[in-house]
């Protein structure tokens, strides 16, 4: 991806748009590795670190954040005017994020229940991930994103290989670390076995049930397969599980609500009586 | 010969006073020794004083998985599992049963098949790199709990890690520190089928030392020369005819009373008659290849090799991770996915697991632990998949016709 030899550094941008900040903490809690981050790239441009901001172009740029407002719909465009490599970190980035509930929502009456004067307040009615605007090179899932996919994808893209990263369900990391599994032993709506794995099945290794922050597995928008098989999983919650439509419905209509399979498995339970 | 005098719970005394006086009387006989539950940590205690790190089944999380226990308390005393399709659940009884709990989602395979095992490190030297190999550290542990099921699963591993010239040096040096202390079932899970199987409920080989729990005595099969070396200085009883004969009693008793069976009986070929059979639509339907089953399965070995480079190009460490045929890059050959549906994938771990493994390795795959029915989170049960599948082998042209999902 970029020549290793070349005396210059890849030139590094991390831009916010809709988004909480914690994927940026997450490049930050790097800790010893952020030194080698520093030493490998040019940081040429991440507000949230330093008030030395560069223009572009840049060589790679993560964005964190979905697009909710006209003016980030212009400005991801000029981002990736100025980029090489662009890549989303977050559900925010890659799937809109918790705030893509307003997708089925009136986000006026939202605006006006919160806001005094809401006449002032911009914002378009959808949240949308990035790849709805720009062609994104790489996606990182999670809620935050893990901090070693990261490092993980950085160092394939600087010795100049495609970044590649597991899109396996997250039951198989839980079995690999020897957690019982909260499904079958605490009947728990584990969303685990269609969730993509990346976070080192902490939620499960605590006792309560994956909530899907990771996005779906193998086969999401722009993976190689097909979709998990939600269907069957949401049909357990419901015969087996005993969950009402609605809870069903909630299950998938989370951090990662906005993305297929999920957004088409919560309309689906969101119409049932 | 004398017999111990006492059979019922509750009389302790009698047994420590009778141990007392006939210390070391009964050490290192024939077979069918008496342990008093009482004095089961006299045996942990000799498996520590030979260096043994001992491992048994603790309850957590809602079941039992392995971890180092010190004392006899560490172990589920009075607990019961019960297992069904998708759902796990423990029980506390009053019971003073010290191995009520069948098993839990482990096996023992991780005890020789590392989930995560290092394999290399690799260095960036001035004229090349530099290769150093992370060999396993061997270890002595000791298990204690596992089961005929479990014991067969470990034949069908050191088969395929072990065999000639495929010997796998991190496996060997694993399986070399491992002592078995197995547990004779008396009492079956509805997902057991090992009868069928003709895997158990009866450990037939491969322990160092077999248990079976009557009451408050364990009766002890000695298996190996390092389990009769371990019961060297331990107190141990004959046991009478009779009592021989309750334990082998509860073991026929738990193989009559298994709900689920394997039907082997046309195997390997039924199978792969089968192959297009509208009953794999309708498993497909309901399987999330979550990798789960595969995951629990004593026997299943595939794993993958990961490399995880430094961020400044001078290093790179490759390990291995169990890996499942129902993941999507499994199925990856050069530029082309062979098992890109669900219906493919688990179509093949079947016909492999109760077929193919057959003409592959000499054995079924299978020993009817029945742990792929209770942990697979939407129940699908192999026995029953292959019921339908090989009940109507003889109309396999309807290939393609949809079957109704559930």
Known sequence: ?273 | MIFPPCTRRGEFVLWRDYLLENERRFVADDIHKILPVAHLQRLLDALSAKGYRIVGPTVHDGSVVWETIRVVADLPIGWRDHQEPARYRLEQTRSSEIFGVVHGPQSLKPFAFAPRESLLQIERTKDGFATHQMAAQPEKVAVIGARACDLAGLAIQDRIFLKDAYRDPYYAVRREGLFVIAVNCTRALSTCFCASMETGPRAKAGFDLALTEVDDRLLIDVGSEAGRQVLEGISLFPASEELIGEGATSIDACARSQVRRLDRARLPQALYDVHEHPRWDDVAGRCLACTNCTMVCPTCFCHTIEETPDLSHQQTARARLWDSCFTQEHGYIHGKNIRPTIKDRYRMWLTHKLASWIDQFGMSGCVGCGRCITWCPVGIDLTEELSVLLASSNRSSVAGRPVEGR
């Open chain 1, 1 to 273: 991806m970029f020549n290793p030899d070349e005396r210059q550094r890849p030139r590094l941008a991390v831009v916010k748009f809709a988004s909480c900040d914690g994927c940026q903490l997450s490049i930050l809690n790097l800790e010893e590795d952020l030194l080698a981050l520093g030493r490998t790239l040019d940081i040429a441009y991440f507000p949230e670190a330093s008030s030395d901001m560069r223009p572009g172009p840049y060589d790679i740029a993560l964005v964190e954040g979905s697009i909710t407002t006209a003016e980030d719909a212009h400005r991801i465009l000029a981002l990736r005017q100025q980029t090489k490599v662009l890549i989303t970190i977050g559900a925010c980035a890659t799937a809109g994020g918790i705030q893509a509930l307003r997708n089925w929502a009136d986000v006026e009456s939202f605006k006006r229940a919160v806001y005094p004067s809401p006449e002032y307040i911009q914002s378009l009615s959808t949240s949308t991930p990035i790849s709805e605007h720009v062609h994104v090179d790489f996606e990182l899932w999670g809620c935050p994103i893990d901090k070693g996919q990261l490092l993980r994808v950085i160092t394939d893209l600087v010795v100049g290989v495609q970044p590649r990263l597991p899109a396996d369900s997250v039951c198989l990391e839980c079995k690999r670390r020897g957690n019982v599994c909260v499904l079958v032993a605490k009947g728990l709506p584990c969303l685990g076995p269609v969730t993509r794995t990346g976070c080192g099945a902490i939620c499960p290794g605590m006792g309560r049930d994956c909530y899907g922050c990771f996005g779906p597995s193998e086969g999401a928008r722009k993976g190689p397969g097909l979709p998990p098989n939600t269907t069957s999983l949401a049909g357990h919650f419901h015969s087996d599980l005993q969950l009402i439509p609605i809870e069903v419905m909630r299950r998938f209509r989370g951090i990662n609500g906005a993305v297929s399979p999920f957004r088409a498995e919560s309309d689906i339970w969101e119409k049932k009586p």
